[in-house]
């Protein structure tokens, strides 16, 4: 069963906030329709996991009455997972495989990188560019227990997911809106994780996830300080890498966060590093998002490290809106994986193409390039995702059987009814009594 929605709006979950923004497609240009914002408390979502379905559908529900300049029309929905939940990596096939044996091939490796078996993720993948010696191949895949929980809470919420993918997709789409450009690293310095990804053209090429992020910071200020945590959340805000706020404290506050700055820094180092050494090519631009990079001081920082290339990020370039529409949006960065699911949903062929990790049974999606607006090429033919212990894939196994069952059955009819040859009185009552129609059970 393909997807039959043609317009969808985009939902980020994370531990703190859920954000939302709608957006439409008119002659080229995206408009905003609908954004939203609302904050969790602790222990709704923890470490990317649905601990409290109610609260969260609850919270969304608030969030949607809420929305400015008003809630969305569609029930369709573009959510995210957490990078830190999610294994993402690139596979270099030899091209001597054939397109239709690709999905084999790259479970075959994914079985040797995957600390997982297949029946504890949901997986899919996406031909990301091909030359004629290889073919280079995105593989993602995400814990069962993180989709299904996202899926419930937002199901309860009275909404219909229809795709779900990783939170750098989503956010490399925001920095990227077409399928050719230069290699970009993008760096999302949350309140958990650090992610680091790299796009160049038409796919993600480098993905990792550091344990540092804003949480870190806090934890280690209010250590150093003796101070609690919402009081030094307050002054990563207000004094960064560049205030002083107390005579006698900016030591110890500095010592604090320094170290975990620069653990943070390096891993952009390290990524683009590793990235020019297996490429040949050096990154050009260097994005910053997340909560983190609003802390004072900390794109100038990285700028001095790594030169004018460093931007932060700013999701709503390019939109179309009125100023007042948008009046309530201090912080466009918090808004940016919540804007790039939007712009995938803009239309039937963004939520088609790319990677989807949401399993419904009987349904396939199309895998193709990573990001919605792809490069048309006539020789690149669709495939189907592969979603491992999906209902999907059983419910192709149950179709295969009940074919065969029923050539079977076919070919005993024919086997019993022919003429004999030879006999005078040929017997056509066939006596189906003892026999009966196998019944097929599935597994949902």
């Given at each position: ?42 222990g709704i979502v923890e470490n990317g996991e649905v601990r409290e379905p109610n609260e ?76 004629a010696e290889y073919r280079e191949v995105l593989y993602v895949a995400c814990y069962r ?133 297996r490429t040949g090519t050096r990154v050009k631009q260097i994005i910053l998002t997340g ?154």
């Open positions: 069963m393909a997807l039959k929605s043609s317009h969808a709006f985009g939902i980020d979950i994370s531990d703190r906030t859920v954000e939302m923004f709608e957006l439409k497609k008119k002659f080229k240009k995206f408009q905003v329709v609908s954004y939203g914002r609302a904050e969790l408390r602790d969260l559908a609850e919270a969304i529900r608030r969030m949607l009455k809420q929305a400015e300049p008003k809630p969305p029309k569609t029930a369709d929905v573009v959510l995210s997972v957490p990078e830190s939940r999610t294994f993402i990596h690139t596979f270099r096939l030899p091209s001597v495989i054939s397109e239709k044996n690709v999905g084999e091939s790259v479970q075959f490796r994914a079985e040797e990188t995957i600390p997982l078996s297949f029946d504890q993720v949901y997986y899919d993948y996406g031909i990301v560019d091909q030359t227990g993180i989709v299904d929980g996202y899926r419930s809470a937002v199901r309860q919420a009275g909404l219909n997911p229809i795709v779900l993918e990783p939170e750098s997709l989503a956010l490399t789409r925001t920095v990227v809106r077409s399928g050719e450009h230069d290699a970009i690293l993008m760096a999302d310095v949350g309140a958990r994780t650090t992610n680091v990804t790299i796009y160049d053209n038409g796919g993600i090429r480098y993905s990792s996830t550091l344990k540092e992020g804003g949480r870190t910071l806090i934890r280690a200020i209010s250590e150093a300080l003796g101070v609690d945590p919402a009081r030094a959340e307050q002054l990563l805000r207000t004094v960064g890498l560049v205030r002083e706020f107390k005579k006698g404290s900016e030591g110890a506050f500095q010592s604090a966060i320094e170290p975990l700055v620069e653990e943070i820094v390096g891993s952009i180092g390290r990524a683009a590093a590793s990235y020019a050494g909560g983190v990079s609003l802390m004072p001081g900390f794109v100038a920082h990285v700028r001095m490290r790594f030169g004018e290339n460093v931007l932060l990020s700013n999701p709503l370039e390019g939109l179309q809106y009125s100023s007042e529409s948008l009046q309530k949006i201090k912080e466009p960065v918090l808004y940016g994986t919540a804007v790039g699911l939007a712009l995938r949903g803009v239309d039937s062929d963004s939520i088609r193409n790319g990677i989807n990790l949401y399993a419904r049974s009987g349904d396939q999606g199309r895998v193709g390039k990573s990001m919605p607006e792809q490069r048309e090429s006539k020789a690149e033919q669709p495939q189907f995702s592969r979603m491992g212990g999906s209902e999907g894939s059983k419910k192709r196994f149950v179709t295969m059987v009940v074919i065969f069952s029923v050539l079977v059955a076919l070919f005993l009819i024919v086997l019993f009814l022919r003429p004999q040859f030879g006999d005078e009185n040929v017997n056509y009552n066939v006596d189906y009594s003892a026999g009966g129609s196998p019944s097929f059970g599935t597994d949902n």
